[in-house]
């Protein structure tokens, strides 16, 4: 690694980092956001929602608290400009609801909301607006988030721990 490390790089650092010493998000405590102001929080936890929902076999992003998480990580970056990066996401997110329904993303409908993700996912190998941009960032953290959440990390992957297992069954991964 250079000097002048890169994001991903630091990333890669912090995941190891956070990974060796056991990281658990807490519970979601969304009544005073640290960074986000309240509307902004609202969007956020939305959309990583909508990102990693609940269904069938477990809790999605919203009851793992990502929101809450990533509102905590984006209070404590050293960075003004990743923090900035993080506004101008979600505004830029905002906008392409307000372009396409003439509402804020929280109001429009679920299946509205769905259609703007998927348009924004579809440009994810050549993003050219900070929407598409910002998507890749957001997917990318919320993943990491919930996967590292208590509820991802039992509940979704069902791991059990060091523990011998009698048969390796396999996981299915799509």
Same mark, same amino acid.
Request: aromatic share 10%.
């Given at each position: 690694?250079?000097?002048?490390?890169?994001?991903?790089?630091?990333?890669?650092?912090?995941?190891?980092?956070?990974?060796?010493?056991?990281?658990? %998000?807490?519970?979601?405590?969304?009544?005073?956001?640290?960074?986000?102001?309240?509307?902004?929080?609202?969007?956020?936890?939305?959309?990583?929602?909508?990102?990693?929902?609940?269904?069938?076999?477990?809790?999605?992003?919203?009851?793992?608290?990502?929101?809450?998480?990533?509102?905590?990580?984006?209070?404590?970056?050293?960075?003004?400009?990743?923090?900035?990066?993080?506004?101008?996401?979600?505004?830029?997110?905002?906008?392409?609801?307000?372009?396409?329904?003439?509402?804020?993303?929280?109001?429009?409908?679920?299946?509205?909301?769905?259609?703007?993700?998927?348009? %924004?996912?579809?440009?994810?190998?050549?993003?050219?607006?900070?929407?598409?941009?910002?998507?890749?960032?957001?997917?990318?953290?919320?993943?990491?988030?919930?996967?590292?959440?208590?509820?991802?990390?039992?509940?979704?992957?069902?791991?059990?721990?060091?523990?011998?297992?009698?048969?390796?069954?396999?996981?299915?991964?799509?």
């Amino acid at each position: 690694m250079d000097a002048n490390p890169h994001r991903r790089d630091l990333f890669k650092l912090f995941t190891a980092a956070m990974l060796a010493n056991g990281l658990q %998000l807490e519970g979601a405590t969304s009544e005073k956001p640290l960074f986000f102001s309240a509307d902004e929080f609202a969007l956020l936890d939305k959309l990583t929602d909508l990102i990693i929902p609940t269904d069938s076999h477990s809790p999605g992003a919203h009851e793992a608290g990502v929101a809450p998480f990533i509102d905590k990580t984006v209070a404590e970056a050293f960075l003004p400009e990743d923090k900035e990066s993080w506004r101008k996401g979600l505004a830029a997110i905002d906008q392409v609801a307000h372009d396409s329904a003439a509402k804020p993303f929280v109001n429009t409908t679920e299946k509205q909301q769905i259609v703007l993700l998927k348009a %924004l996912a579809e440009k994810e190998k050549d993003p050219q607006t900070e929407a598409e941009k910002f998507f890749t960032q957001l997917k990318q953290t919320t993943a990491f988030a919930y996967y590292s959440s208590k509820i991802g990390i039992h509940s979704d992957m069902d791991y059990k721990g060091n523990v011998i297992l009698e048969q390796f069954v396999g996981y299915d991964a799509t």
